[in-house]
């Protein structure tokens, strides 16, 4: 409770720190605070989900559970979260009784930092939480550690992968969130105004740089004639630093994203897709040395790099299709299963959706559903890597085991009773 109260008194240090390292504009920054303070907030209800099972098994004989820690976990964390991520591991670790390593991303650690520093003088007793700082070395030494028990990763595939299977070759339990391709679907008969803004939104908002971000838009029937009041609408977000007012999307977080970036757009135009608006050279005035991608709406095709692959920009890949099915088609067939949403006022075609679709996390009107903590967060497929998902109900179990123990106590062998007398008929 402690550490709720200070991460709210210092709020804006951390979203400053955020804005200055990893480029996200000043609300958006709080908001990646206030994700995480929403985890602490749940952890500090902790003791009621932590209750172990008791029942009398047989005469005289119980069976009870407890929950204990592992012992020294550890935490590799992104650069698009720099306050979230490690407060998704922070509390529901802590609270459960282990000990943390949090490896923040080498681009922007200064809010796991201060979070650190908070977690201080909140009270932590020195050693409980440990900040390393580094790159594949650190992430290899975390991996190979045998005293370390279970690792929390999130970010990309490729890191993933390789942590998922050298923490694994050391008996760790690892549990990792990773890449992600997450469409929505707009039905003709969807609120244009609500669809719209919720698409563009959640497609550049962070520059594009959510793992649950929406990056491809299917547009299913007459909804595709929205194309041109959508690029209308994204013409007037705000490129701009982070700090300076009425800024909608800061800058990517590197020289070598921004490349990336516009090479996936470049290669959209070599297979035929066609670039509706293009964020390619995107200047800002006054800071010339920006890594600036302006946002970007590719009207393509499934066979694309630009569709199959994750662009992690301010880019929108917009697909065509003629019925709800074949859109379901075309997500259930992506290898990423992170999250999707579906715009309609059809209550029917809403349940058709949630029930046939694929994906982990599903947003019915609501364009980024991340659940909220007392949930778990549940993508799935190519996105997840590990058996017990992150924080919620699923964090408790990944940060704990359970012991169980079988005690005979016989009523009869009570101190201070009576002999018996009679022969004796059972056991
Ligand atoms: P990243 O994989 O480059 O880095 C993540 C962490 O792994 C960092 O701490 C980094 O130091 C370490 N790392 C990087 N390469 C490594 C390697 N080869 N070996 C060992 N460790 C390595 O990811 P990023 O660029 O910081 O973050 C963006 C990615 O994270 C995107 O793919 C995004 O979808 C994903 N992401 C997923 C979720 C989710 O919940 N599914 C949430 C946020 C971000």
Redo the contacts with the bound molecule.
Sequence with gaps: MELQHLLRKHEDAIASSIVLEQGKTYADAKGDLLRGLQVVETATGIPSALLGNTIEVSKDMDTSTRRLPLGVCAS??????PAM?PLWTIPMAIATGNTLIV?????DPGAAMIIAELCQRAGLPAGVLNIVH???P???AICDHPKIKAIS????????H??YERGRKTGKRVQA????KNHAVVMPDANKNHALNSLIGAAFGAAG????AISVAVLVGNSQQWIPELVERVKKLKVNQGFEGGADLGPV?STASKARIEGLIASAEEQGGKIVLDGRGHQVPGYPNGNWVGPTIIEATADMRCYKE?I?GPVLVVIPADTLDDALAIINANKYG?GTAIFTQSGATARKFEVEVEVGQVGINVPIPVPLPMFS?S?NKA??LGDIP?YGRSGIDFYTQNKTTTALWKAEDAIGNEASVDMPTHH
């Design positions: 590799i964390a992104p650069f698009n979260f991520i490896k923040p991303s080498e681009r580094g790159t594949v650190t992430v290899n990763f999130v970010g990309g595939d490729r890191a993933g390789h942590i969130n990773l890449g992600a740089q959510r793992c649950m977080i994750e992690f992170n967060w993508g996105s997840f992150f």
